[in-house]
């Protein structure tokens, strides 16, 4: 079935930076269209980033545009999510998302 386990969150000050990793096993990676999705707290479910399957295209929501940068690596089945400039409301559980599946989630906190 289909795995996705992230890592890389932590407590971070304004400003600073972090990177997220999404392994993914269960599935055909190569081909899948890959998301990072995030919740804030007492929020619903928002999209952060879009990557397609080859990695050529790529859309960010309008929050992060020029912060947030997704990439992946097919041949080691990885996602990632290269988080600059963070703000306080970058605060959010984030999720690596490949249709209806998901993982557990990484928080971020972004505070000083």
């Known amino acids: 079935q289909v795995q996705l386990v992230e890592s890389g969150g932590g407590l971070v000050q304004p400003g600073g930076s972090l990177r997220l990793s999404c392994v993914a096993s269960?599935?055909?990676?190569?081909?899948?269209?890959m998301n990072w999705v995030r919740q804030a707290p007492g929020k619903g479910v928002a999209g952060v980033a879009f990557i397609s399957s080859g990695g050529k295209y790529t859309s960010y929501a309008d929050s992060v545009k020029g912060r947030f940068t997704i990439s992946r690596d097919n041949t080691k089945n990885m996602l990632y999510l290269q988080m600059n400039n963070l703000k306080p409301e970058d605060t959010a559980v984030h999720y690596c998302?490949?249709?209806?599946?998901w993982g557990q989630g990484t928080q971020v906190t972004v505070s000083s």
């Open positions: 998302n490949q249709g209806f599946s």
């Open positions: 269960g599935f055909t990676f190569s081909t899948s269209d």
